[in-house]
């Protein structure tokens, strides 16, 4: 039982790498191609791409180039996570009413001002779903990892699916299948909540609550 | 305070504003106005360089604004746009505060901004400072947009069609507001606008622009008596020009009930009944007004008489068609009339002025729209 909670615990831990890794470079590249959209094609494209690659394809190519081990799985994790993130990040910015920047930009906002202080906090429950995408898919993704030596529950998984003559073999399999669905539903659910709870204030009002 | 000297802007090949040479005072309030894409908003947005333009030079309080910075300046002065513009991420307190908060200054100082602000329109700064835009009504929303502008005190303040998506008392009220403001805070005011009523109200100067150039600039009295040339006499529209009172022919009803004399009782009074009307009027197969008769007339006398002609109450008062409206009005209410028929020089009905129209047509002169027959 120890077990499969630590395991549970490494395989969030491993998931969440990749994906804060997915922030840190999405969130900026999102953002930098509000500002070029040319470029703006070409990057989502990119991320397409990487996202289309099956799984266990991407691990193996990983895997020769960087040999076993946790961190090749992270890096796929982060590949994988570019795509919701960056995606989103773009739209959430773009679909900010024009009319806003402008009377941003018109009151005196320098162009950070307004990234900050309007679009920003606009765009942040969209940006907030790719986040939440991104992270649903790494905990699937990380359930592969075993294969190339990474932790996480991938271990139970594949060593049951084995062993599944044997009811050892069916135990093994559940109680590292069972958690790995738990965990991505309590990610789903508790992400979901932390949109809600971030979205701004003024953007959750309903129209009933009007008054004259 | 904003001078223009040879500014054309040029998009490719569209010259949306053309060798435009404008000076603006201290303390007055210029109303641009013109059809769409006359180079209004062009003009506004190269005084704050949200615009840039192609050729010529802006100054705003004797500087350069090509030597300033773009940020700076904007901050220097006051912006209102028609899409109202608040940001539906802050209060009222926070979007009334933005140019304050970009200034520098503390939080408390740029509340007590805003709460003096709402009070200074009618709002109660307890209610409404914490409050989101979406709470607030379309017309509370564009004050907060205009008090916005007013936060940091700039001497100058550019207002792209503020009041333009408002429906019309509201956007009468709003009007009357922020000339009563503009009375006491004295401020230079650049007003875009397409509507002219709202420009003769509010502007000490009118510039109507056409195609990008300034077809005319005068004050609202010399507009109206001397109107440059086709193009403005159209666009301020005969009603003003005249000066005339409005006429029974601009409030009258067009299309009255009305039936031959030889319409028999029954037919009558199946058409009332259709029309949902108590009276129908008669005239002659040229159109000549008899009379007219009434549903209760068709009641009492339809065992006697078969035609409407036979009934007909020949005495029915009428008015002409030029005369004012102001007297169709004093006749109903003095001689308690329900309606009066209306009829042109030939005695051809034309119309009618029922007790309804009439006070249609006074809320739509209140509101500027002289169109009180529809
Ligand atoms: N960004 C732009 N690109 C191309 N043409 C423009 C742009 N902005 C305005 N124009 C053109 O310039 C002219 C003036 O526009 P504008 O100043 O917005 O007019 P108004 O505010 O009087 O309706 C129009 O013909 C419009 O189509
Ligand atoms: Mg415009």
Redesign the interface.
């Known amino acids: 039982m120890e077990k499969i909670i630590l395991l549970t615990l490494e395989h969030l831990g491993l998931s969440t790498i990749g994906v804060l890794f997915g922030i840190a470079v999405g969130l900026p590249l999102g953002i930098m191609i509000t500002r070029r959209r040319k470029l703006a094609g070409l990057v989502v494209g990119t991320t397409e791409m990487l996202q289309t690659i099956p799984s266990l394809a991407m691990l193996a190519l990983l895997m020769m180039w960087l040999g076993l081990g946790n961190s090749t799985l992270i890096i796929a994790l982060f590949l994988y996570s570019l795509l919701p993130i960056v995606r989103n990040t773009y739209t959430g910015l773009v679909n900010v ?1 024009t ?2 920047i ?9 162009r950070l ?1 307004v990234l900050r ?2 679009q920003l ?2 765009a942040l429950p969209v940006i907030l779903a790719g986040i939440r995408v991104a992270l649903i898919t790494a905990i699937g993704v990380a359930t592969i990892g075993t294969l190339i030596g990474a932790g996480g529950l991938g271990e139970l998984i594949w060593l049951g699916m084995k062993n599944i003559e044997t009811s050892k073999g069916v135990n093994m399999l559940f109680s590292g299948a069972i958690p790995a669905a738990l965990l991505a539903i309590a990610c789903e659910l508790g992400l979901e909540r932390l949109e809600k709870a971030l979205t ?4 959750r ?1 309903s ?1 009933e ?4 | 305070m904003v001078k223009f000297s040879h500014v054309t802007r040029k998009y490719g090949n569209t010259v949306a504003v053309k060798d435009l040479n404008l000076k603006i005072a201290g303390n007055e309030f210029v109303v641009l106005i013109g059809p769409s894409g006359c180079g209004k908003t062009t003009t506004l ?1 190269m005084v ?1 360089r ?1 615009i840039n333009p192609t050729s010529g030079t802006i100054e705003v309080m004797g500087k350069n604004i090509q030597d300033l910075n773009p ?6 002065i006051g ?1 209102v ?1 028609q ?1 109202v ?1 608040l ?5 009222i307190a926070e979007n009334i505060g ?2 304050p908060h ?1 200034l520098g200054w503390d939080k408390n100082k740029s509340r007590k901004r805003a709460a003096a602000l709402l009070t200074m329109v009618g709002m109660d700064p307890e209610t409404y400072m914490d409050r ?6 379309g017309g ?1 929303q564009q004050r907060i947009g205009v008090l ?1 502008a007013l936060a940091a005190d700039p001497p100058l303040i ?1 207002m792209d069609e503020p009041f333009g998506a408002l429906d019309p008392i509201t956007r009468e009220t709003l009007q009357d507001e922020f000339k009563r403001l503009q009375t006491e805070l004295h401020k230079t005011i650049i007003f875009v606008t397409h509507d002219i009523d709202e420009a003769l109200k509010l502007a000490d100067r009118i510039v109507i622009m056409r195609a990008g150039e300034v077809v005319q600039d005068a004050t609202p009295e010399e507009l109206l008596r001397h109107p440059a040339d086709d193009f403005v006499a159209a666009f301020l529209g005969k009603d003003r020009l005249s000066n005339q009172e409005l006429q029974v022919a601009q409030v009258m009803l067009e299309n009255p009930v009305k039936a031959y004399p030889e319409m028999g009782m029954a037919e009558g009074l199946a058409l009332m009944k259709r029309k949902k009307v108590d009276t129908v009027l008669i005239t002659d197969h040229g159109g000549r007004f008899l009379g007219s008769v009434s549903v209760d007339e068709v009641n009492a006398k339809h065992r006697s008489f078969n035609t409407l002609g036979e009934i007909v109450d020949q005495d029915t008062p009428a008015i002409e068609k030029t005369a004012a409206a102001k007297d169709a009005f004093n006749r109903i209410n003095e001689e308690k009339l329900p309606y009066l028929p209306v009829i042109d020089e030939k005695g051809l009905l034309v119309g009618i002025v029922t007790r309804n129209n009439m006070v249609n047509a006074l809320a739509s002169v209140v509101w500027g729209d002289h169109n009180g027959s529809s």
């Open positions: 009413d009319g806003l402008e009377a941003g930009r018109g009151m005196g906002m320098t001002q202080l309007v906090p606009l701004p204030r003024g953007l009002v129209p609550s009007m008054k004259n | 947005k704050n949200l940020v700076t300046l904007r901050r220097e912006y746009i899409q513009g940001f539906p991420n802050m209060t933005v140019v970009l989101y835009p979406t709470e607030l009504s509370q916005r550019l």
